[in-house]
């Protein structure tokens, strides 16, 4: 079975800190993705990467970046954490890019609470 | 570009009972994916249910079924005997066949009530 492991159920970070939030799945899917999940507005994608070392913006990109050096992990950075930032972050992952032919596979979800 | 319309932020149902969640989407593509996801309390999201909007039938999966009226841009899902278990927030999405990532709604809480 698919296992996408976060690093961290629960996170908590100073307004400023470096955060850095991290994914890694062991099934050798090619795409993973980073959403974030607030109460109302559903989830948001934030970044994607289609292979190592690619990286795409999604919907709401803006005070993250993300690192694709490996195939099996994919890293969300924060670099300046802002209480804005306050919210649970799903990592996901798919082996190819049509969702029907393979559906997305998520994390447990890190809560991050910047303060 | 995608959007995926929820309208129901919150839903409550009786266990054994028949619940429908309703998904409105819109897509300017003339094939693409619908599914809906689940994410119990403190637990992963899982996929509940996907349907090919070519295929006029509807897409089931034991207790769960869709209502997919291609014409309206609505896809519904049918919660069928109702149990504790399917207490979670429910996620509609859109795939337009991979050319951009999947489109989440804003999800409907559903509670089932003993």
């Known amino acids: 079975d698919v296992k996408v492991t976060q690093s961290s159920r629960y996170l908590v970070k100073r307004t400023g800190e470096k955060v850095f939030l991290e994914c890694v799945q062991d099934m050798d899917h090619e795409n993973m993705f980073w959403y974030r999940q607030d109460p109302g507005l559903g989830l948001r994608l934030i970044y994607f990467s289609y292979d190592v070392k690619m990286k795409e913006k999604g919907d709401i990109p803006e005070g993250y970046s993300v690192s694709r050096e490996k195939k099996e992990r994919f890293s969300l950075i924060l670099e300046s954490a802002s209480t804005n930032q306050t919210s649970m972050y799903l990592c996901a992952s798919t082996v190819d890019r049509v969702s029907y032919n393979s559906p997305l596979h998520f994390g447990n979800g890190t809560r991050l609470t910047v303060t | ?114």
């Open chain 2, 1 to 114: 570009a995608q959007t995926v319309t929820q309208s129901q932020p919150e839903m409550s149902v009786q266990e054994a009972e028949t619940v429908t969640l309703s998904c409105t989407y819109d897509t300017s593509e003339n094939n693409y994916y619908l599914f809906w996801y689940k994410q119990p309390p403190s637990r992963q999201m899982i996929l509940v249910i996907r349907q090919e909007a070519y295929k006029q039938q509807n897409a089931t999966e034991n207790r769960f079924s869709v209502n997919f009226q291609k014409a309206a841009k609505s896809f519904s899902l049918k919660i069928s005997d109702s149990q504790l278990g399917d207490t979670a927030m429910y996620f509609c999405a859109s795939d337009d066949s991979g050319n951009t990532p999947l489109v989440f709604g804003k999800g409907t809480r559903l509670s089932v009530i003993a």
